[in-house]
């Protein structure tokens, strides 16, 4: 019986379970096992419409998995040995494993700067959500600073100001929001975070995080009610303590086949892999995170038949953004992530992001009927990555 243990049911670790089984439903000497912290699958992508108060879809994976072949455990892994080959759920089970796909994605940076793990909300999981939504509901007129200027804190800001209209929003970070888009998006990001009263304050370092605000470098603070923290990508310390190759983010370092270079029995998969293309680091996108999935979960079965995995290849189309329900914009790209001329905003954008956040369900679905699907559904960057 060949051992496979899928660690993380979010959009990479169940797009890589529901292939592995769909693949090797025919087979009766495999079985898969998934390890989630919880039972209801998060949408990440929509946690900042969570916090701004919205309700969201109660989507179920023992539901999804259920006649896939694949068990589902609900806990926390606490650790991996990666030479008895064996993973702790909840320090009492042990799992033993013959292929590990590693899929525990990643959270926000709450270590970089003091005071943020003490008096900041994060979009790190539906619960931390669902605490700041609840901050924000008995707030009434007060200030909310969004820390950190990129998609996700721009995404947060729009929300809780559209959803919150006597709140006073500020969006803080480094760099001007939308820095990553192209001229045209960037100017109509900014003209819809000012028409939803968002007032932004970018090329500032912040400091410090105090129970009434925060501190930024040069001594001046910025005073609110509640923080919400969005900057900075950090992973769970567990792939570096098992004494798997990481990178300075902890992050598994990969071959071309998404394997770990130090442990091959090891795919690791989703924002928790370090994957290299010839322009460089994958950066953590649900965008790459499903494809690298499929790609692990393909190559895994080839390995089972004797065959050697292809190299992942894989290019970005795309930066979809929401500016609160009403509106959207969508920079689209070359597969290096660098942006082109054309992007996408208003009704035309709202209704894209609304077809791509809603997308990763359906499309498990999918992948368990027609796992070949799979392999066709994303962009391999061509010359961007040969
Ligand atoms: C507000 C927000 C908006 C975003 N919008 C976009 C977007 O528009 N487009 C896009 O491409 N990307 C977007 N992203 C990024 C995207 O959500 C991530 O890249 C994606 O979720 C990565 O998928 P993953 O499967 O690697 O990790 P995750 O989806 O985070 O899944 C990891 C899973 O592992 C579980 N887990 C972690 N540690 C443990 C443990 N020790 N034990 C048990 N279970 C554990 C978690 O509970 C989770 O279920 C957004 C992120 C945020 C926060």
Same mark, same amino acid.
Not at 260 to 265: K, N, Y
Not at 377 to 381: C, E, K, L, T, V
């Given at each position: 019986m060949r051992k496979i243990v899928v660690l993380g049911a979010g959009y990479a670790g169940l797009a890589a379970a529901v292939s592995l089984a769909a693949r090797t439903k /025919? /087979? =009766? =000497?495999v079985r898969i096992t998934v390890v989630n912290a919880a039972e209801r699958f998060t949408e990440r992508l929509r946690l900042h419409q969570t916090a701004a108060g919205e309700d969201l879809a109660d989507l179920r994976i023992p539901e999804l998995l259920t006649g896939t072949g694949a068990e589902f455990v609900c806990g926390w892994v606490t650790g991996v040995d990666a030479a008895a080959r064996n993973v702790r759920v909840d320090d009492e089970r042990v799992l033993e494993y013959d292929t590990l796909v590693y899929a525990l994605g990643s959270v926000s940076d709450? @270590?970089? +700067? #003091?005071g943020v793990d003490d008096h900041a909300y994060t979009l790190d999981s539906a619960h931390n959500a669902e605490t700041l939504a609840r901050r924000l509901d008995g707030l009434g007129d007060a200030t909310v600073a969004v820390c950190g200027s990129g998609l996700t804190g721009v995404e947060a800001a729009a929300e809780i100001a559209e959803q919150h209209p006597a709140l006073r929003v500020v969006l803080i970070g480094r760099e001007e929001p939308g820095a990553v888009m192209g001229p045209r998006a960037k100017a109509y990001m900014h003209a819809s975070l000012e028409r939803l009263g968002v007032q932004v304050r970018s090329g500032v370092e912040i400091i410090k995080v105090l129970p009434d605000g925060v501190e930024l470098a040069g001594g001046e603070s910025v005073a609110a009610d509640a923080v919400l923290w969005t900057s900075g990508v950090r992973v769970s310390p567990l792939a570096a303590a098992a004494g798997l190759q990481v990178d300075e983010r902890g992050r598994i370092v990969t071959d071309s086949a998404l394997r @770990? +270079? @130090?442990? #091959?029995?090891v795919y690791a998969i989703g924002d928790a892999a370090a994957v290299q293309q010839t322009y460089g680091l994958i950066h953590g996108t649900c965008q790459s995170s499903m494809p690298t999935a499929v790609h692990a979960a393909v190559s895994v079965v080839r390995e089972m038949s004797g065959k050697q995995p292809k190299p992942f290849r894989f290019g970005y189309i795309h930066v979809p953004v929401s500016l609160g329900r009403n509106d959207a914009v969508i920079q689209f790209t070359h597969p290096d992530d660098s942006p082109k001329r054309l992007c996408l905003t208003g009704r035309r954008a709202v209704w894209y992001k609304e077809t791509v956040s809603s997308a990763p369900w359906p499309a498990f679905r999918r992948l368990i009927k027609h796992p070949a699907a799979g392999s066709f559904?994303? /962009? /391999?960057?061509g010359r961007y990555t040969r």
């Open positions: /025919r /087979r =009766d =000497d709450t @270590s970089a +700067v #003091p @770990s +270079v @130090s442990h #091959p029995e559904a994303w /962009r /391999r960057g």
